[in-house]
């Protein structure tokens, strides 16, 4: 593990023109996990006990793109999207994101949080029956994280803290528009269990680290930091904690 | 609702595509295309390469503020060519039309490849699309293509003139390097997707004539004959 701050960064595939992933010397650390999850959370004890070290932080997520951050938004009120339309929509919001954030981020030796990444999105692209590997020829523009943690929580307890949070579910996480029988609950039930097992079976291909996030948010982030701990050099780390 | 890729021999339709520099002449000639399978009473349909209404806001945006890099002018292209594709010229392809696209992936395949993106993640993006049935390249002259488009409308765009690319501060000239280029990347995809290879620099009726000629070679056009008389 002690080895990962050192590890030079690469693209999962060709990359960007003109970008030599070896000289971006921040950190790319992301979450992953359902609406529910407690990633939001996470991430604002994350970036607490980073900023407290004195670490610069930014950071991206889905939908928050300049370029079409806003029209992704507005068009899945529409409900009219189709799969490899949805898909590329969000691969160009995350593509603006990467170009004008992560990238001058990480050459400016930040440490940026994603809350969520490419996985949530091939996730469901899989799930609504895109061919995987033309995903992940999409995505081989895409820089690998220097961490990976995917909070990982069942279904059921997805829902009760999406009825609690926003007193609903939410169409598209609910499935809705690849399902045709079953009301709202159970669409999200058997989407959330469809999305864990592709999360499961890319796991191993991605490597990332799950996280049990049916705990108290406390006990999880002690969890997470003692995790994150390890991609920060040590000698940087050294003398800033106290 | 599914997403498999469908492949062009399993539709009962025929894609018919034109690629080309502006000012080559290809939309007069698809055009005519048109007329002639309309009058003659065969099912077609003519899709151009244009902004289908989901995007149009943030291309036009983009291109406004100049927000697009190579990576974001392919993507954002490609999700908009995917709407159209999805809504119109697949489920036409199914319902046994002849289509007629005024520029299809190639455009796409050309001016990313010109702006440095990796083709072969290009090819990747499009791989969703059928490949069309016949794909005619109208080759003109640079020269030629030039004097038509400066005579024929008043302003050239940001970027549609390549000035992303930095060749030269003048708009004018950094059009003529990017026809250029664009003009390399057409000839170098005619052997490997089979272009047609029409030359231009002929009366319009002398290259329909020809253009014709391929369509009835290629495409068994009794079949398109609509079934109920209009």
Redesign the interface.
């Known amino acids: 593990m002690e080895n990962i701050a050192l590890t030079p960064k690469k693209f999962y595939?060709?990359g960007?023109?003109?970008v030599d992933p070896e000289k971006l010397n921040g950190k790319l650390i992301v979450i992953e996990g359902a609406d529910g999850s407690g990633r939001t959370t996470q991430i604002n004890l994350l970036s607490d006990w980073l900023e407290r070290l004195g670490y610069a932080t930014t950071r991206v997520g889905l939908k928050r793109s300049?370029?079409?951050g806003a029209?992704l938004e507005e068009?899945m009120q529409g409900n009219t999207?189709?799969?490899?339309?949805l898909?590329?929509?969000y691969?160009?919001d995350f593509?603006?994101q990467l170009?004008?954030t992560i990238i001058p981020a990480l050459k400016s030796d930040f440490i940026v949080l994603a809350d969520r990444y490419i996985y949530t999105l091939m996730a469901r692209?899989i799930a609504?029956?895109?061919?995987p590997a033309?995903v992940r020829?999409?995505y081989?523009?895409a820089l690998v994280p220097d961490a990976v943690f995917y909070l990982k929580a069942g279904p059921e307890l997805l829902a009760e803290r999406n009825f609690k949070n926003k007193g609903g579910l939410d169409y598209w996480e609910s499935g809705m528009?690849?399902q045709r029988s079953g009301d709202r609950y159970e669409c999200f039930i058997k989407y959330h269990r469809k999305i864990q097992n592709i999360f499961g079976e890319m796991q191993e291909h991605y490597g990332f680290e799950s996280i049990s996030a049916g705990r108290a948010p406390n006990t999880i982030s002690q969890d997470l930091i003692s995790k994150v701990r390890f991609i920060l050099s040590p000698l940087e780390l050294n003398g800033r904690e106290e | 609702m599914t997403a498999k890729f469908v492949e062009g021999q399993e539709l009962p339709g025929k894609l018919i595509a034109v690629e080309g520099l502006d000012g080559s002449g290809k939309s007069t000639q698809i055009h005519l295309v048109k007329r002639w399978l309309e009058l003659e009473g065969y099912k077609v349909f003519f899709t151009e390469w244009n902004s289908s209404p989901l995007l149009r806001q943030s291309v036009k945006n983009g291109k406004r503020e100049q927000l697009l890099t190579p990576t974001t002018f392919a993507l954002i292209h490609c999700t908009d060519f995917a709407d159209r594709y999805e809504r119109q010229i697949l489920p036409l392809l199914h319902a046994g039309y002849i289509v007629l696209a005024d520029r299809y992936i190639f455009t796409a395949f050309a001016r990313d490849a010109v702006r440095g993106c990796d083709r072969d993640w290009v090819k990747s993006l499009y791989s969703y699309a059928v490949h069309p049935h016949v794909t005619f390249f109208f080759d003109v002259p640079l020269e030629m293509a030039l004097s038509r488009i400066m005579s024929g409308r008043a302003k050239l765009k940001h970027y549609e003139a390549g000035m992303d690319m930095g060749y030269s501060p003048d708009i004018l000239q950094s059009f003529k390097t990017f026809q250029g280029k664009m003009r390399e990347e057409y000839l170098r995809m005619t052997e490997e997707f089979g272009f047609i290879k029409i030359d231009v620099g002929r009366p319009p009726d002398q290259l329909q004539k020809e253009v014709r000629g391929h369509i009835q070679e290629r495409i068994d056009l009794e079949r398109y004959k609509w079934k109920t008389s209009r």
């Open positions: 595939g060709q960007l023109p003109n300049k370029l079409v029209e068009a999207l189709s799969p490899i339309t898909s590329l929509f691969a160009t593509a603006d170009e004008k692209d609504r029956g895109v061919d033309w020829e999409v081989g523009i528009d690849i």
